[in-house]
T-cell receptor, first 116, second 115 residues
Framework: ETGVTQTPRHLVMGMTNKKSLKCEQHLGHNAMYWYKQSAKKPLELMFV???????ENNSVPSRFSPECPNSSHLFLHLHTLQPEDSALYLCASSQSPTSGDHNEQFFGPGTRLTVL | AQKITQTQPGMFVQEKEAVTLDCTYD???????LFWYKQPSSGEMIFLIYQGSYDQQNATEGRYSLNFQKARKSANLVISASQLGDSAMYFCAMREMDSSYKLIFGSGTRLLVRP
């Protein structure tokens, strides 16, 4: 595997379900990100992890719970979601943002989530 | 106030011609970076080009170049010799160095290349 991978690619869940999204990066990066992309809205940053520590929570509802067990893996645990949470969820990774370089983020293909 | 503005929701270009995608930004941070990403229908965001606020020259990467006009706060993407595979969404993004983690995206421009 190369780059950033995400599973599953598509997910349909009911409002009472619990599911998890998985992201894995094979680039040796230290920072990982979750973004939400809704129809007709700009990409929204949700969470940032730098060296496994959460450094950013962009006012995300608690029904989204991130987990970063190591620098290569990032999870997004979902529970009691709402239909408006249906979106494309993108994971990204980069070198540490504090390293001083321009640090472009490399994105995975995303998980298309539909909440019924 | 919007930090990144892309005023063109959709654009058409004839194959082999050049096209310019507009992006303006708003920041009071003297140190910042500007990025362009391409998002094909598959969903993955693909990094294209970067321009730092202190860079003296406009960035170029193959057929992509960035027309950086700092005083006007614009960072337009120019794609030369358009190819059918260039059809995609294009996003402009900014990273302010005083809040080093956040990449702020514009609403995107959908480019369609006509054969």
């Amino acid at each position: 595997e190369t780059g950033v991978t995400q599973t599953p690619r598509h997910l349909v869940m009911g409002m009472t379900n619990k599911k998890s999204l998985k992201c894995e990066q094979h680039l040796g990066h230290n920072a990982m990100y979750w973004y939400k992309q809704s129809a007709k809205k700009p990409l929204e940053l949700m969470f940032v992890y730098n060296f496994k520590e959460q450094t950013e929570n962009n006012s995300v509802p608690s029904r989204f719970s991130p987990e970063c067990p190591n620098s290569s893996h990032l999870f997004l645990h979902l529970h009691t979601l709402q239909p408006e949470d249906s979106a494309l969820y993108l994971c990204a990774s980069s070198q540490s943002p504090t390293s001083g370089d321009h640090n472009e983020q490399f994105f995975g293909p995303g998980t298309r989530l539909t909440v019924l | 106030a919007q930090k990144i503005t892309q005023t063109q929701p959709g654009m058409f270009v004839q194959e082999k011609e050049a096209v310019t995608l507009d992006c303006t930004y708003d920041t009071s941070d003297p140190s910042y970076g500007l990025f362009w990403y391409k998002q094909p229908s598959s969903g993955e965001m693909i990094f294209l080009i970067y321009q730092g606020s202190y860079d003296q020259q406009n960035a170029t990467e193959g057929r992509y170049s960035l027309n950086f006009q700092k005083a006007r706060k614009s960072a337009n993407l120019v794609i030369s010799a358009s190819q059918l595979g260039d059809s995609a969404m294009y996003f402009c993004a900014m990273r302010e160095m005083d809040s080093s983690y956040k990449l702020i995206f514009g609403s995107g421009t959908r480019l369609l290349v006509r054969p």
